[in-house]
């Protein structure tokens, strides 16, 4: 794991989205967020920080933020780069096999438009509050 996705997985605290369910790239000396966020901010992390590559990834499906059930029947967001599989609950990569045998439940992939749409949402709503 590279130093910055260690940083990520010790320092995430969860907070659950207000009213509107959106996206955003957590800034590093403020790692609140939700299962969305988690995944996003990996993602942009294991891009070496840059957005071209961040939006790359999702452009040529070398990154997929997979709709999932958790264990326990709720909904849930995991990043799949690389062959591998990441989110706030396991905090480091790991197999989809791993995933499944623990109970999560792969429903369908967001695809680049809806991830776009998810994240100008969380800019407008960090806008709104004055963040």
């Not at 590279?2 to 009213?19: E, H, I, M, P, Q």
Request: charged share 25%; net charge positive; proline share 3%.
């Amino acid at each position: 794991m590279s130093k910055d996705l260690d940083y990520l997985a010790k320092n995430f605290v969860y907070k659950r989205d207000g009213k509107l369910d959106n996206w955003q790239i957590m800034p590093l000396d403020k790692l609140e967020g939700d299962c969305d966020d988690y995944a996003v901010t990996a993602l942009y992390l294991a891009c070496d920080k840059s957005l071209v590559k961040f939006w790359w990834s999702i452009l040529t499906f070398q990154a997929i933020f997979w709709h999932t059930l958790s264990p326990k029947g709720n909904g849930h967001l995991v990043l799949y780069y690389k062959n591998r599989y990441i989110d706030n609950w396991q905090k480091t990569w790991v197999t989809k096999d791993t995933l499944t045998y623990k109970g999560y439940v792969f429903k369908f992939p967001w695809i680049f438009p809806f991830c776009g749409i998810k994240m100008l949402i969380g800019v407008l709503v960090r806008r709104k509050n004055g963040a």
